[in-house]
């Protein structure tokens, strides 16, 4: 019998894609990726959504750990382009702009993804409660 093959993850936890913090060197309040889309590079960009509701990090899905970043697509609330993780019994952990934390329940199975071991992204549920939750905390249109 094959065993396995584990591979060891340095980190759990991401960023969310929108909190650029000046990394791509612009002075545009757009998104890099999601121009129409807030970025946020100071604490004084952050608005909309406001701080108790913009999050900053969170437990992402291994499989889906790719680089420092998880980002949401704003415009496909059926689709996640990076995956949260659910190692709380289903749920993930999130910490936010103004300084609390909180656990998100997931609602829906398709975000309660098995770990593979094997990079993967764009996961498909289509009308997700849970992506439109974490979508309208990632960002706001312009």
Known sequence: MA???SRPRVRSVSMNGFVEGGAYGKTSAGSTWYPAYFSYNKITDVVRPTP???WLMNDEHPDSI???WEIMNPTDRNTWVDLPASYHNGACGFNFADGHSEIKKWLETSTVVKVKYSQYNG???PKSRDIAWIIDRSTAKR
């Open 3 to 5: 065993a396995s093959i």
């Open 52 to 54: 108790s509701d913009l």
């Open 66 to 68: 790719n680089d420092g």
């Open 123 to 125: 996961f498909a549920a």
